[in-house]
Structure formats: structure tokens, C-alpha cells
């Protein structure tokens, strides 16, 4: 009773002193964003009953899971069960948040090993038919009228998931209790816990991404580690290692771009396309130069809703390509107050996180998950304009809110309803 009484106190308080104004645009976007899904799909096919549970009842639902969930469990779990110096276990129990990081591999052995649901995708088109729908379908192994599935998707209910998105917030999650950890202990310094948990924070899970393999999300995996880290007071010498570190994907970008045509390496799926952004059209090219033409021929004013083509024929228009596909319908007197309202929904939630006063333990906690959902959403809405104007490889990164349907919806809905929640500590009104 006890347990109940406190909870039921403490999601009073988050419900009042919670900025839900930062729902607002989240749900102007993915209004825009159900546009989009019903306009890329046939006109006569078009599974409406479907299409409202994806886009309207599942994000709803994950908000208000992501608005509930953290007030009982991670003020209280992982907090309280995982305040030790130990990851796995100290004096006062399991870690919860280690938990959530063994869940978030689990997904992922089972997405590439368990899984054999999504091996292969049929496909009836001129080349590869893609009818403008999405998968993350190997397009170099066709065969039996079928394409070889990336490991990158589980299958529930018959609904489709990419784990990935999944595995962001848990390790997220479980990120943000390690450095709480280090922060209190004032390990924000040139010491072993500095270097050794973030690193292995993030190989637990990046082997199996690896595997997918799913370079573009081990990228987000180390960025959001990296800027977790960055915004912890800390000395100067630890923050110039930091900055340091990012040079090594510089390098192996230098790298990438250097190889030869014909190496083994260099036609590898992922690396193939990162190969070819710095030196020749080939995989991952045609979509982004599709994308760019799609931006040009809508120009300053646009053709006009619905009356877009290139949408038509682009594969994984819905998703990867949905900024480009408003440029060519919208035109850039529309398409550029969107980014605009981007630009402030991402400074809301670095407010949010910025805003929260450290002044305890479950304090300390709140704001590195917000500073976690903050980053997530930057590097998503980042990357997916960044490729859509042929400025970085392809990476396959949906557009948060706007990219119709999927995991993605759901877990940006999921992270909301956290952030919202998170929001009631600014200021210090709730302890």
C-alpha cells in the first residue's frame, strides 16, 4: 500500500508540474508524417484500420507508457537497486538498468539468429519492386523472386520492428545510470571508470550491431555516449580526450574512402555505400540523387499535396526519404518552417535537460536520461536531413515523428512521454 500511495503522489505531481507543451509539436509532426504514409502507399490499398493502429493508438499508447513507466520503476529500481559501484550486482541488489542492457542484447541475438520470419521479402517489381514501402532489405542477394532480410527486425503480432530502436533507449537508459554512478562517486576524471564502463557500455551491444550489420546505428550508439559523458562537469584534460575521440571515425571514414574498388571490404552492405558516397554513384547514391531531384523540381513553392512522382518510385520514400518527399509537394516556403519547428522542438528538450537541478541521486539520474532522449532525437532528425541532402552516406535514419509508422513512431512517443514526465523536475518542484 505504501508503494502505492507513494506512486500515486508522485505521478500526481509529474502530471501537474509536467510541460506538456512539449507534445505539441511531437503531434504536429507526426500529423504530417500520417500524410506521408497514406500518400506513398496506393490509393486503392491503402489498409486504413492498420494504418491508424501504427500511427495514432500505438504511439499513444507507448506515450503513456513512457509517461507511467519511469515514475515506479527507475526513480525507485534503478536508482536504489543499482547505487553500488558493481554493474551486475551490489549490496543492494540486481541492477535494473543492467536488466533493460541484457534485454537490449537479448532482442538483438534474436533479431540475427532467432527470428527466421523476415529471411526473405517477395518481390514482383521491374528491378526490385519496392511500391513504395519500406524494409531494410539486402537489394545485392535476389533471388527466388525474394531479397535476402537484414538481421535488423523481430516480428510481434505480425508487425514488423527494427530492434535497433529499442536497444537506443535501454542502453540509453543504462548509460545514464552508469555515469549518475560515476558522477556522484566524482569519477568525471582521467581514471579507469571513465574510459572502461562508457566503453563497455557500448561494446555489449555494438558487436551485435556489427553483426547486422547496422553501422549508422553503432555511430548514434557512440555519439550518445560520447555527448552524455561531454555535458558532466568535468575537468578539462578528460573533455579534450573526448573531443579527441572523434577523430577515429574520421579515420575510418579517410579510410573507407581509400580503399579499392574490388576489396572485400569495400563491398561489404553498409561500407559499400559510405565507399561510394566519396568516390562514385552506385548503392546508396541513386536514392539521395533521387531525393536531391525531388527537393529541386518542388523548388520555393512546391507542386502541391499529393501531386508529387519521384515519391512513387524511390525506394524507402516513407521513411528515409520523407524530408525530400515534403520538398517536392510543400516546396521550401513550407518545408522550411517544418526544420524550423525541428530546430525548436530539439532546443525544448536540451532545456528541459538543462533545466533540471542535480540535486540528488534520482535527480542526477533524471537529467542524464533526458540529456540521452535529447541527443537521440538530434542525431535522428540530423542524419535523415543530412542524407536527404546528399551531404552524408546513406544511413537509412527515419525522420522522428514524421517518418511514417514502425518502431520508430512508437519509441519517439515512448521517449516523450519520459522527457514530459522528467520535465516536473525543473526547478525542483518534486523531490
Not at 535476402?148 to 542502453?171: A, Y
Not at 552506385?282 to 536514392?287: F, K, L
Not at 543530412?386 to 521517449?415: D, K
Request: aromatic share 16%; glycine share 8%; proline share 3%.
Amino acid at each position: 500500500m505504501t508503494f502505492l500511495f507513494d506512486y500515486c503522489n508522485s505521478l500526481a505531481g509529474r502530471v501537474k508540474f509536467g510541460k506538456w507543451q512539449l507534445v505539441l509539436l511531437p503531434v504536429l509532426f507526426s500529423i504530417v508524417g500520417i500524410y506521408v504514409g497514406i500518400s506513398t502507399l496506393e490509393k486503392d490499398s491503402i489498409p486504413f484500420k492498420s494504418f491508424a493502429v501504427e500511427n495514432m493508438l500505438i504511439p499513444l499508447s507507448f506515450f503513456i507508457a513512457g509517461f507511467l513507466f519511469p515514475v515506479s520503476l527507475w526513480r525507485r529500481y534503478i536508482i536504489r537497486f543499482s547505487s553500488g559501484q558493481r554493474i551486475l550486482w551490489n549490496k543492494d541488489g540486481i541492477s535494473f538498468a543492467f536488466l533493460l542492457l541484457l534485454l537490449a542484447m537479448f532482442l538483438q541475438v534474436f533479431a540475427i539468429w532467432g527470428d527466421k520470419a523476415w529471411d526473405k521479402i517477395p518481390v514482383n517489381n521491374e528491378k526490385f519492386n519496392l511500391k513504395g514501402f519500406y524494409t531494410e532489405a539486402q537489394l545485392v542477394n535476389v533471388d527466388n523472386n525474394g531479397v535476402t532480410q537484414l538481421r535488423r527486425q523481430l516480428s510481434v503480432f505480425s508487425r514488423p520492428f527494427q530492434v535497433g530502436e529499442f536497444v537506443k533507449i535501454f542502453l540509453m537508459i543504462f548509460t545514464a545510470k552508469l555515469i549518475t554512478d560515476m558522477r556522484i562517486r566524482k569519477q568525471m576524471k582521467l581514471c579507469k571508470e571513465f574510459f572502461g564502463f562508457p566503453f563497455l557500455a557500448f561494446l555489449s551491444v555494438g558487436f551485435f550491431t556489427f553483426l547486422m550489420p547496422n553501422y549508422s546505428m553503432m555511430l548514434i550508439y557512440m555519439i550518445m555516449i560520447f555527448f552524455m559523458l561531454f555535458v558532466q562537469e568535468m575537468d578539462w584534460k578528460p573533455r579534450f580526450v573526448l573531443v579527441a575521440a572523434l577523430v577515429i571515425p574520421a579515420i575510418m571514414m579517410v579510410s573507407i574512402a581509400g580503399l579499392d574498388k574490388d576489396s572485400y571490404v569495400a563491398k561489404k552492405h553498409g561500407v559499400d555505400r559510405i565507399w561510394n558516397f566519396f568516390n562514385e554513384e552506385g548503392v546508396g547514391n541513386e536514392q539521395q540523387r533521387e531525393a536531391l531531384q525531388a527537393l529541386a523540381e518542388g523548388g520555393v513553392t512546391g507542386k502541391g499535396l499529393d501531386k508529387g512522382t519521384i515519391k512513387l518510385r524511390l525506394f524507402g520514400a516513407r521513411n528515409d526519404f520523407a524530408y525530400s518527399i515534403l520538398g517536392e509537394e510543400l516546396g521550401m516556403w513550407l518545408l522550411l518552417p517544418i526544420t524550423l519547428a525541428m530546430a525548436g522542438f530539439l532546443f525544448a528538450c536540451f532545456w528541459v535537460a538543462a533545466g533540471i537541478r542535480p540535486i540528488d541521486r534520482d535527480a542526477i539520474l533524471a537529467q542524464n536520461i533526458a540529456w540521452g532522449i535529447a541527443i537521440i532525437f538530434t542525431l535522428n532528425i540530423f542524419f535523415h536531413i543530412g542524407v536527404n541532402l546528399h551531404l552524408l552516406p546513406n544511413t537509412g535514419q527515419p525522420l522522428s515523428f514524421i517518418s511514417a509508422g514502425g518502431a520508430n513512431l512508437a519509441v519517439n512517443f515512448f521517449l516523450i512521454g519520459m522527457l514530459v514526465q522528467i520535465s516536473s523536475l525543473s526547478g525542483g518542484e518534486i523531490k
